[in-house]
């Protein structure tokens, strides 16, 4: 029994050992550590007392350059959306007053309550000066939230001093999004980890967007693409 006892003891020691081990891991920030550990925890309990909305297809409406084919701008392989635009590309209408862009609207509108986005997002290497992923509505302008890329950089508009996360080039990133809309606040985690508190800009009616919008900022590149995967919207109100 003595035996069976100190066995016992000997491998919950060596469990904690281990544990203790990939916590302290120097490569790994908090968030990823905690996923080594629970298989992911750190990004479900983000959605936690949340319920996912139902999205169909045809919420998922794609605007891109009126002038060219949804195929030569857009495209779905294996579960992944892919959309790419060029800096030369014209508007989605040839009266709209935005520029170039190939983004999804999730055709989803809200005015109250709380309301999180989801995705699994992968920027090429050489996209520069886009628009990846906004909260459309706001009260004195259009947007309520815009995450920008700059030279790997993942951006609060085109703000450089306000770097939400550096090297997203050529790896997928998890983004979760949550906009509470009485309290005027928007909080914005990467990979599990929060990265950015922002104030709201007001508005009457919201959605969310993702994919590549260009802007005029620190000189974007000729070609802007984003992959997008496991897209979602959840809500409580």
């Known amino acids: 029994m003595a035996a069976s006892s100190s066995s016992i003891s000997c491998s919950f020691l060596v469990l904690l050992a ?6 302290a891991l120097p490569w790994l920030p908090p968030s990823a550590a905690a996923t080594a550990v629970s298989g992911g925890s750190a990004h479900r309990h983000l959605t936690a007392g949340f319920t996912r909305v139902r999205l169909k297809e045809s919420q998922f409406v794609v605007q891109k350059p009126y002038d060219v084919p949804l195929r030569d701008r857009y495209k779905e392989s294996g579960g992944v959306r892919i959309m790419w635009v060029f800096a030369t590309d014209k508007p989605i209408s040839n009266t709209h007053p935005g520029g170039a862009r190939t983004e999804i609207k999730v055709n989803e509108i809200y005015s109250s309550g709380v309301w999180q986005f989801e995705g699994d997002m992968f920027v090429p290497s050489g996209t520069s000066g886009a628009s990846v992923m906004q909260i459309f509505g706001a009260a004195t302008h259009a947007t309520t939230l815009m995450l920008h890329v700059y030279d790997g950089k993942l951006t609060y508009y085109h703000d450089l001093s306000r770097v939400i996360a550096d090297r997203v080039y ?14 005027g606040k928007v909080t914005v985690f990467v990979d599990g980890e929060r990265k950015l508190n922002a104030t709201g800009q007001g508005g009457t009616a919201h959605y969310f967007k993702f994919g590549v919008y260009k802007q005029s900022h620190h000189q974007p590149s000729h070609r802007m693409e984003s992959h997008w995967k496991n897209v979602a919207v959840y809500t409580k109100k």
């Open 170 to 183: 050529d790896r997928w990133i998890r983004l979760n999004v949550v906009h509470d809309v009485g309290a």
């Open 18 to 23: 281990a544990v203790a081990a990939i916590c």
